[in-house]
């Protein structure tokens, strides 16, 4: 049977794979893009610690960054933009032929940056200009600090993979962000028509927190995730329209395309394709883990045109009811944040910590 993944794209949504590695920069993109049409790339910390502990692909690189006296932290980004390059260039003729639509590929600033505006939007540039391709988004985390970082990123005249979105309030703070980044670009005389821009809004960890805070067999059990983004969705439609975002379509300027992320299932209750099926809308992306995409390989899945319309009532029913079953929503997407951010912080510095002892690994065996 036929993947289904192509038919994500039939129906306005673009599919990314949610996974870079050696392997993946150097030869499997390819084959993702012919098989199964997917249209970008997206990395993130956690994926590159896995990447750098298992294996050999990344250890002639790494001997030879270190042998010249590079500190571990420099060999990773060396690592972990070399990869970017590859995947880019690869993407690089659908770029072209899509008028720089899709083909995508994602690095992200250091989480250690996290809750730092200034020092983010500096290792953004410096990113941007070391990786020089108009293909790459700097991934940038949606805290408090993260959001004005965003603004001067685009206002820079660079593409921005907005990351870790779990609430409303806080999308609708993204969006802000990026009309005002688009704005003051044009403002400055600069070019926004090639400006590309995602808002990554997490799916199934919400499902997961909010699950842990319902009681077992809780008729809300499984619901939240999916709510929660179809209300993102609505309100992605309300926002980027009216006179602030025609003015800035005269100008030349791309939606800012919502970005379902995280949506393998982690409840093995629910279908493999939950998070996959009811969020497929136009103009937005789905980012793809390996799981998903042997699932849908196999044409395995439910997937409708516009599904993300579907239910929109019954998704305000859910989200008002969850705080008469006792959860605190806006507790629960502040937890996600907190945690998701301490996660890549860990993995980041795990990558760090195991790039070390294979230096050092190296150095005893000249």
């Known amino acids: 049977m036929a993947s289904a993944i192509p038919l994500l794209i039939e129906f306005g949504q673009s599919p990314w794979y949610d996974n870079l590695t050696r392997a993946v920069s150097t030869g499997g993109l390819q084959q993702l893009m012919d098989v199964h049409g997917i249209r970008g790339v997206t990395s993130n910390p956690t994926i590159f610690e896995k990447a750098m502990g298992s294996g050999h ?25 070399t990869d970017i390059e590859h995947a880019a260039d690869v993407l690089r003729p659908l770029y072209d032929k899509l008028d720089a639509a899709d083909g995508y590929v994602s690095i992200e600033v250091s ?19 070391r990786l020089g391709r108009p293909n790459v988004m700097i991934k940038i985390p949606a805290t408090l600090e993260g959001i004005p ?13 907005v990351t870790l979105i779990f ?13 005002a980044g688009l704005e003051r670009l044009v403002a400055s005389g ?55 975002w025609d003015n800035l379509v005269a100008a030349g300027a791309r939606l800012q395309r ?17 998070y996959i099926d009811e969020l497929v809308g136009r103009d937005t992306v789905n980012t793809l883990a390996q799981a ?18 579907e239910g929109v009532d019954e998704a305000r029913r859910v989200m008002a009811a969850l705080p008469e079953a006792g959860v605190d929503f806006a507790d629960v997407t502040a937890t996600l944040e907190r945690e998701g951010v301490e996660s890549f912080a860990k993995s980041f510095h795990d990558a760090l910590d195991t790039l070390e002892k294979k230096a050092a690994e190296f150095k005893q065996a000249t």
């Open 57 to 81: 692909d990344y250890d002639e690189q790494l001997r030879e960054v270190t042998s010249g006296g590079a500190s571990t932290e420099a060999a990773y980004w060396d690592l972990v933009t």
């Open 111 to 129: 989480p250690d940056l996290a809750h730092d505006t200034a020092g983010t939007v500096r290792q953004a540039k410096e990113l941007w200009a």
């Open 149 to 161: 970082a965003i603004t001067e990123t685009l206002a820079a005249g660079i593409n921005v993979n």
């Open 167 to 179: 609430s409303l309030e806080r999308y609708r703070q993204v969006i802000d962000a990026f009309l």
């Open 190 to 244: 600069g070019d926004i028509r090639n400006i590309a821009s995602v808002a990554s809004f997490f799916v199934s960890r919400v499902d997961t927190e909010t699950d842990r805070r319902l009681p077992e067999g809780h008729e809300l059990r499984g619901k939240a995730a999916v709510a929660n983004a179809k209300l993102a969705y609505q309100l992605f439609r309300e926002q980027l329209s009216g006179a602030r």
């Open 258 to 274: 919502p970005l379902w992320a995280s949506t393998s299932t982690k409840n093995p209750a629910y279908s493999p394709t939950l």
């Open 292 to 309: 998903s995409v042997d699932v849908l390989a196999e044409g395995d899945a439910d997937l409708r045109p516009d599904a993300i319309l």
